[in-house]
Protein backbone atom coordinates (compact mmCIF):
# COMPACT_ATOMS: atom_id res chain seq x y z
CA UNK A 1 0.00 0.00 0.00
CA UNK A 2 1.69 3.55 -1.27
CA UNK A 3 2.07 5.65 1.84
CA UNK A 4 0.07 9.24 1.87
CA UNK A 5 1.88 11.90 1.24
CA UNK A 6 1.73 14.33 4.27
CA UNK A 7 -0.56 17.15 3.71
CA UNK A 8 1.28 20.21 2.72
CA UNK A 9 -0.45 22.16 5.56
CA UNK A 10 2.05 21.19 8.44
CA UNK A 11 5.06 20.07 6.22
CA UNK A 12 6.87 23.19 5.98
CA UNK A 13 6.97 26.95 7.06
CA UNK A 14 7.87 29.27 3.80
CA UNK A 15 8.56 32.62 6.18
CA UNK A 16 10.63 33.14 9.31
CA UNK A 17 12.79 35.30 10.52
CA UNK A 18 16.07 35.21 12.42
CA UNK A 19 18.85 37.61 14.76
CA UNK A 20 20.17 38.03 11.29
CA UNK A 21 17.29 40.77 10.74
CA UNK A 22 14.11 41.66 13.62
CA UNK A 23 14.18 37.84 14.49
CA UNK A 24 14.58 37.38 18.48
CA UNK A 25 16.11 33.76 18.17
CA UNK A 26 18.85 32.21 16.05
CA UNK A 27 18.92 30.08 12.83
CA UNK A 28 19.33 26.90 14.93
CA UNK A 29 16.89 27.87 17.55
CA UNK A 30 14.37 28.45 14.92
CA UNK A 31 15.23 25.26 13.14
CA UNK A 32 14.92 23.26 16.25
CA UNK A 33 11.25 24.80 16.51
CA UNK A 34 10.69 23.55 12.93
CA UNK A 35 11.82 19.91 14.11
CA UNK A 36 9.39 20.20 17.27
CA UNK A 37 6.71 20.72 15.17
CA UNK A 38 7.01 18.02 12.91
CA UNK A 39 7.80 20.13 9.96
CA UNK A 40 10.08 18.70 6.95
CA UNK A 41 11.52 22.01 5.58
CA UNK A 42 11.77 25.37 7.23
CA UNK A 43 13.04 28.36 5.07
CA UNK A 44 14.79 31.10 7.00
CA UNK A 45 13.88 34.39 5.43
CA UNK A 46 16.07 37.17 6.55
CA UNK A 47 14.95 41.18 5.72
CA UNK A 48 17.15 42.36 3.01
CA UNK A 49 17.17 46.04 1.71
CA UNK A 50 20.40 46.37 -0.17
CA UNK A 51 24.16 44.96 1.30
CA UNK A 52 23.16 42.22 3.49
CA UNK A 53 27.03 41.88 5.13
CA UNK A 54 25.26 39.48 7.25
CA UNK A 55 24.44 37.28 4.50
CA UNK A 56 27.86 34.55 4.28
CA UNK A 57 27.41 33.59 8.40
CA UNK A 58 23.24 33.34 7.65
CA UNK A 59 24.30 30.63 5.10
CA UNK A 60 26.69 28.75 7.17
CA UNK A 61 24.30 28.34 10.01
CA UNK A 62 21.80 27.43 7.81
CA UNK A 63 23.82 24.42 6.82
CA UNK A 64 24.61 23.64 10.15
CA UNK A 65 21.22 23.74 11.42
CA UNK A 66 20.03 21.67 8.04
CA UNK A 67 22.71 19.34 8.81
CA UNK A 68 21.90 19.16 13.06
CA UNK A 69 18.18 18.60 12.87
CA UNK A 70 15.58 16.32 11.26
CA UNK A 71 14.22 19.64 8.99
CA UNK A 72 15.48 20.33 6.38
CA UNK A 73 16.36 24.02 6.18
CA UNK A 74 16.81 26.39 3.33
CA UNK A 75 18.13 29.50 3.19
CA UNK A 76 16.01 32.29 1.94
CA UNK A 77 14.99 36.55 2.20
CA UNK A 78 12.31 38.90 2.50
CA UNK A 79 13.06 42.03 0.16
CA UNK A 80 10.91 45.46 -0.01
CA UNK A 81 8.43 46.26 -2.90
CA UNK A 82 10.29 49.20 -3.98
CA UNK A 83 7.67 51.17 -5.72
CA UNK A 84 4.90 50.91 -8.72
CA UNK A 85 7.73 49.84 -10.96
CA UNK A 86 8.02 46.48 -9.26
CA UNK A 87 11.41 47.33 -8.36
CA UNK A 88 12.75 45.13 -5.48
CA UNK A 89 15.55 45.48 -2.53
CA UNK A 90 17.32 42.30 -3.32
CA UNK A 91 20.46 42.67 -5.91
CA UNK A 92 20.36 39.29 -8.40
CA UNK A 93 23.89 38.80 -6.74
CA UNK A 94 22.07 37.89 -3.61
CA UNK A 95 19.15 36.05 -4.56
CA UNK A 96 21.45 33.93 -6.65
CA UNK A 97 23.19 33.01 -3.17
CA UNK A 98 19.53 31.69 -2.04
CA UNK A 99 17.11 29.34 -2.35
CA UNK A 100 13.53 31.57 -2.34
CA UNK A 101 12.67 34.99 -2.44
CA UNK A 102 10.04 36.07 -1.02
CA UNK A 103 8.77 40.25 -1.37
CA UNK A 104 6.42 42.61 0.51
CA UNK A 105 4.93 46.15 0.88
CA UNK A 106 6.87 47.50 3.59
CA UNK A 107 6.73 50.77 4.72
CA UNK A 108 9.40 52.19 2.33
CA UNK A 109 7.72 51.28 -0.62
CA UNK A 110 7.17 54.28 -2.37
CA UNK A 111 3.69 55.34 -3.87
CA UNK A 112 1.68 52.55 -1.81
CA UNK A 113 3.51 53.33 2.21
CA UNK A 114 5.67 56.26 1.49
CA UNK A 115 3.73 58.96 -0.34
CA UNK A 116 0.98 57.68 -1.61
CA UNK A 117 -1.24 59.43 -3.85
CA UNK A 118 -5.17 60.73 -1.66
CA UNK A 119 -7.46 59.60 -4.63
CA UNK A 120 -7.82 55.71 -3.64
CA UNK A 121 -8.33 54.77 -7.56
CA UNK A 122 -4.87 56.15 -7.87
CA UNK A 123 -3.58 53.89 -4.48
CA UNK A 124 -5.43 50.74 -6.16
CA UNK A 125 -3.58 51.46 -9.54
CA UNK A 126 0.10 51.75 -7.59
CA UNK A 127 -0.43 48.44 -5.65
CA UNK A 128 -1.73 46.45 -8.97
CA UNK A 129 1.26 47.72 -11.00
CA UNK A 130 3.58 47.13 -7.77
CA UNK A 131 2.43 43.23 -7.64
CA UNK A 132 2.11 42.54 -11.18
CA UNK A 133 5.72 44.24 -11.78
CA UNK A 134 7.00 42.09 -8.88
CA UNK A 135 5.54 38.65 -10.05
CA UNK A 136 7.26 39.40 -13.43
CA UNK A 137 10.83 39.65 -11.93
CA UNK A 138 12.15 36.59 -12.36
CA UNK A 139 14.06 36.85 -8.96
CA UNK A 140 10.77 36.79 -7.72
CA UNK A 141 9.72 33.49 -5.94
CA UNK A 142 6.60 34.41 -3.81
CA UNK A 143 4.64 37.71 -2.61
CA UNK A 144 4.97 37.84 1.30
CA UNK A 145 1.32 38.36 2.75
CA UNK A 146 -0.53 40.24 -0.51
CA UNK A 147 -2.79 43.09 0.18
CA UNK A 148 -0.79 43.58 3.92
CA UNK A 149 -2.52 47.52 3.54
CA UNK A 150 -3.95 47.90 6.97
CA UNK A 151 -1.18 49.75 8.91
CA UNK A 152 -0.03 52.50 6.03
CA UNK A 153 -0.98 56.07 6.14
CA UNK A 154 -3.44 54.94 3.45
CA UNK A 155 -5.38 52.03 4.88
CA UNK A 156 -6.96 49.83 2.01
CA UNK A 157 -8.99 46.67 2.97
CA UNK A 158 -9.16 43.70 0.91
CA UNK A 159 -12.93 44.87 0.29
CA UNK A 160 -11.50 47.79 -1.33
CA UNK A 161 -10.76 46.17 -4.47
CA UNK A 162 -12.70 45.08 -7.31
CA UNK A 163 -13.20 42.40 -9.09
CA UNK A 164 -10.91 43.98 -12.11
CA UNK A 165 -8.06 44.96 -9.74
CA UNK A 166 -7.92 41.40 -8.13
CA UNK A 167 -8.40 39.88 -11.30
CA UNK A 168 -5.22 41.39 -12.79
CA UNK A 169 -3.32 40.35 -10.07
CA UNK A 170 -4.39 37.05 -10.22
CA UNK A 171 -3.70 36.72 -13.66
CA UNK A 172 0.04 37.99 -12.87
CA UNK A 173 0.32 35.50 -10.36
CA UNK A 174 -0.38 32.74 -12.54
CA UNK A 175 0.79 33.25 -15.41
CA UNK A 176 4.57 33.81 -13.73
CA UNK A 177 4.57 31.50 -11.67
CA UNK A 178 4.39 33.15 -8.56
CA UNK A 179 3.55 31.86 -5.39
CA UNK A 180 0.88 33.66 -3.27
CA UNK A 181 1.82 33.47 0.73
CA UNK A 182 -0.71 32.64 3.22
CA UNK A 183 0.71 33.95 5.66
CA UNK A 184 -0.32 33.25 9.39
CA UNK A 185 -0.46 36.98 11.01
CA UNK A 186 -2.38 38.58 8.42
CA UNK A 187 -4.67 39.79 10.69
CA UNK A 188 -2.05 41.71 12.52
CA UNK A 189 -1.66 44.13 9.12
CA UNK A 190 -5.47 45.28 10.64
CA UNK A 191 -5.75 46.29 13.92
CA UNK A 192 -8.85 48.01 13.12
CA UNK A 193 -10.91 44.86 12.00
CA UNK A 194 -11.94 41.67 13.80
CA UNK A 195 -10.28 38.72 13.17
CA UNK A 196 -13.54 37.17 11.79
CA UNK A 197 -13.77 40.15 9.69
CA UNK A 198 -9.95 39.88 8.20
CA UNK A 199 -10.57 36.20 7.69
CA UNK A 200 -13.85 36.92 6.16
CA UNK A 201 -12.44 39.01 3.30
CA UNK A 202 -9.32 37.77 3.11
CA UNK A 203 -11.19 33.99 2.22
CA UNK A 204 -13.23 35.92 -0.44
CA UNK A 205 -9.75 37.16 -2.10
CA UNK A 206 -8.17 33.55 -1.71
CA UNK A 207 -11.25 32.10 -3.57
CA UNK A 208 -11.17 34.30 -6.61
CA UNK A 209 -7.30 34.06 -6.79
CA UNK A 210 -7.69 30.04 -6.71
CA UNK A 211 -10.52 30.16 -9.47
CA UNK A 212 -7.94 32.09 -11.58
CA UNK A 213 -4.93 28.89 -10.61
CA UNK A 214 -3.37 30.85 -8.70
CA UNK A 215 -1.20 28.30 -6.09
CA UNK A 216 -0.72 29.19 -2.55
CA UNK A 217 2.33 28.71 -0.13
CA UNK A 218 1.90 28.99 3.86
CA UNK A 219 4.31 31.16 6.18
CA UNK A 220 4.35 32.24 10.02
CA UNK A 221 5.98 35.15 9.47
CA UNK A 222 7.84 33.92 12.86
CA UNK A 223 9.70 36.41 14.66
CA UNK A 224 10.38 34.33 17.47
CA UNK A 225 10.72 30.29 17.71
CA UNK A 226 7.89 30.22 19.39
CA UNK A 227 5.41 31.34 16.02
CA UNK A 228 8.00 28.78 13.93
CA UNK A 229 5.39 26.23 12.72
CA UNK A 230 1.89 28.16 13.77
CA UNK A 231 -0.36 27.90 10.67
CA UNK A 232 -3.22 27.33 12.13
CA UNK A 233 -4.77 30.95 10.86
CA UNK A 234 -3.25 29.79 7.89
CA UNK A 235 -5.73 26.06 7.85
CA UNK A 236 -8.82 29.18 9.08
CA UNK A 237 -9.16 30.98 6.21
CA UNK A 238 -8.30 28.34 3.86
CA UNK A 239 -11.02 26.51 5.30
CA UNK A 240 -13.75 29.59 4.70
CA UNK A 241 -12.14 29.88 1.44
CA UNK A 242 -12.78 26.89 0.30
CA UNK A 243 -9.41 25.79 -0.49
CA UNK A 244 -7.42 22.71 0.28
CA UNK A 245 -4.04 21.36 -0.16
CA UNK A 246 -4.27 20.92 -3.67
CA UNK A 247 -4.17 24.86 -3.92
CA UNK A 248 -0.58 24.50 -2.14
CA UNK A 249 2.47 24.00 -3.78
CA UNK A 250 5.66 22.29 -2.26
CA UNK A 251 8.27 24.71 -1.78
CA UNK A 252 11.51 24.07 -4.13
CA UNK A 253 14.34 22.16 -2.61
CA UNK A 254 17.47 24.00 -2.65
CA UNK A 255 18.93 24.85 -5.27
CA UNK A 256 15.94 24.44 -8.00
CA UNK A 257 14.24 28.05 -8.31
CA UNK A 258 10.60 27.73 -8.61
CA UNK A 259 10.50 29.97 -12.06
CA UNK A 260 12.41 29.00 -15.63
ZN1 LIG B 1 8.45 38.60 7.21
Redesign the pocket.
Known amino acids: MPTRRKALLGRYDA?T?TTFSDGRNSVLENARAAEACGLETLII?D?VFGDAPWLGNMLREVEAADAACATKVLAGA?GVILNPAGEISITEEIAARLDFV?V?FGGRTEGIAADPPANQARLIKNVVSAVTKACANPLVDAI?HPLNLGRFPAVLSPVDFKAAPLIEMATAFEETRTAFEIMNQLPWWFPDHSVERITAEYADVLHLFARFGVRFIVGS?AHSCGAVGNLRWCERVMAAAGLGDEHLIDIPLAGERRKP
Open positions: HHTHELDAD
